[in-house]
């Protein structure tokens, strides 16, 4: 700086003006009558003329507009109040300054002049704007989201959320939620506050990186709303302790509602596929049940031995196929009615089926009052034993028929077997064979069982009239008992 810019000659002043000419920042000394003084290096260079052009020039020929600001300054250190900074932009430049000033005492202890600080912020306003930009795009995004930001203050354990939040649960901007805002986890349901305390303190052991819970709070209507945060840890100390969580919260209540929808939905769906399932298996039941004697029918006899004939192919065992047929039913019919012939029927169908209980036994009605029993697994004496069961349970039962010799109601059965080890046999044959031998039976005389050999000879089988069998189908004294 040259001596024209350095009004004294004392040599403590001149040290004070040399270290003013070569500070790093702009610094000029302005009058109270708001003329420069001085100026340094840095604010000649800022405002492009050397510093013999402006001392002693009103500020405002250098900087416009800057006298009002510093008549207010001197204002205020005359009232002995203190000088704060303040922005102040040039209006020739476009750039922006942050000014700083302090009292210059004269000799006699007065301010007389203010020795004035200017720092270029235009980058850090640039910057700052920008950011402030940015914030409302991401504010405005979030929103549009329905998402709002909170931060989490971890050591004073206080929250601070964006204004959107009170929005999305229908406050107004002055209304005040009853629980208390400020603290984290008090807006949080209380079923649902220790799942989220949990996930919070995972984050700060250090287990997870990411805070994620689903929760609820009430909006301002007392109504629970489903809430999905998300967040991290954003700022640590020194020693890497955790010290504050950023997340964002999204209302997910229209969604949480389509998912309970949706999943009463599908429960809805398994519970009539389960109805549709036990329908079809009812009615399959009912379609192949004899609706008078509720025993299996001739659709039921027909699938259950094509079954047993695959079966015994495969295992070798031998099948046994009884055709029963009722002794005079016509005749039955015609003296007692129709009503008593179905009765009949029903307490003779009783009677078979307990003559038969194994796992793959079946007694079914074939058709009118002919019924019809598949016997797995057994062989011809077994088959003779069962046989001679059920015409003793008929005979046991006492059912009058006035138009037998015996007076009362009586069966014949026709026995024909299957053996793995012969040829294979169609089911229409094996069926064949059976209704043969009851054939024979009848012209016999009824009342009776007849057997049809591999051989095709017919072997009648002997019955007296004994005790009848045991409800559990064992045989009776005297009888060969079955596997």
Known sequence: MSSDALPSNDAARVQSEAALAEAPVALCVVSDDLRLLAVNMQMAALLGRPAQEIVGHPVDDFLPGSSALVRRWFERVAA??????????DPASGRTYLASARAVPDVEGK??????????????????????????????????????????????????????WKMA??????DTPEENERTPWSIIH???????????EQVLAGSSDIFEAVYRVPDKFGRWRWILGRGRIVERDAEGRPLRLLATSVDITRQ????????????????LERELIEANRRLTELSEMDPLTELPNRRKFDKVLAHEIKRSGRHKPSLALMMIDVDDFKTYNDLYGHIEGDECLRRIAEALRGCARRAG??????????????LADTDESD????????????????????????????????????????????????????????????????????????????????????????????AAPGSTARR
């Open 111 to 164: 301010s007389a002049s203010l020795s004035i600080a200017l720092t270029d912020i235009t980058r850090r306003r640039l910057l700052r704007a920008g950011l402030a930009q940015r914030e409302r795009r991401i504010g405005v995004a979030l929103e549009s989201a329905g998402q709002w930001v909170w931060e989490l203050d971890i050591r004073s354990g206080v929250v601070r959320r964006s204004p959107r």
């Open 361 to 374: 036994d079946l007694v079914t009605r074939y058709g009118g009052e002919e019924f019809a029993a598949i």
């Open 256 to 271: 949480k509602q389509i998912e309970e929808e949706l999943a009463a939905t599908v429960r809805q769906r398994e519970r």
């Open 190 to 200: 209380p079923d649902d506050r220790p799942m989220v305390v949990q996930r919070y």
């Open 383 to 474: 088959a003779i034993a069962v046989a001679t069961h059920m015409l003793r349970a008929v005979r046991a039962l006492r059912l009058p028929h006035a138009g037998t010799p015996q007076g009362i109601v009586t069966v014949s059965i026709g026995i024909t077997l299957y053996d793995a080890n012969t040829p294979p046999l169609p089911s229409p044959g094996l069926i064949a064979g059976a209704d043969r031998a009851l054939y024979a039976a009848k012209q016999a005389g009824r009342n009776r069982i007849l057997v049809l050999g591999a051989d095709g000879s017919m072997s009648p089988v002997p019955v007296t009239d004994g005790v009848p069998p045991a409800p559990d189908g064992t």
């Open 80 to 89: 002995g109040r203190a000088v704060s900074e303040q922005e102040w932009s």
């Open 169 to 174: 649960l229908g406050f107004g901007p002055d």
